[in-house]
Nanobody, 123 residues
Framework: QVQLVESGGGLVQAGGSLRLSCAAS????????VGWFRQAPGKEREFVAR???????NYASSVKGRFTISRDNANNSVHLQMNSLKPEDTAVYYC?????????????????WGKGTLVTVSS
């Protein structure tokens, strides 16, 4: 079992930056592939970024070049640095973990979820 807690969300103006964190407890995060997903009102949860067991990263085309996912093994956490934010990025952001190699972008692939953190980008 692993428990996930997201933090770092808030209100920011378009063009600004936020850094989201996903802290894990119960198990070492290094044994999981980790992904960030987001869900806006009335929409399905969509893939944002992933980092695999080997450290390979992948991003949705809508955020590529603006967002960066990284591991902080010393603090058993994963971060999502979000730069050049747009109003379209407004959503609840969720951290998910998969206890296996992961090469996809589907939310159903995740074994564990955090409760989410709200990001609001004003124009």
């Amino acid at each position: 079992q692993v428990q996930l807690v997201e933090s770092g969300g808030g209100l920011v103006q378009a063009g600004g930056s936020l850094r989201l964190s996903c802290a894990a407890s119960g198990r070492t995060f290094s044994g999981y592939a980790v992904g960030w997903f987001r869900q806006a009102p009335g929409k399905e949860r969509e893939f944002v970024a992933r980092i695999g067991l080997t450290g390979v990263t992948n991003y949705a085309s809508s955020v590529k070049g603006r967002f960066t996912i990284s591991r902080d093994n010393a603090n058993n956490s994963v971060h999502l640095q979000m730069n050049s934010l747009k109003p379209e990025d407004t959503a609840v952001y969720y951290c998910g973990a998969r206890q296996a190699f992961w090469y996809g972008t589907t939310s159903a692939d995740m074994d564990y979820w955090g409760k989410g953190t709200l990001v609001t980008v004003s124009s």
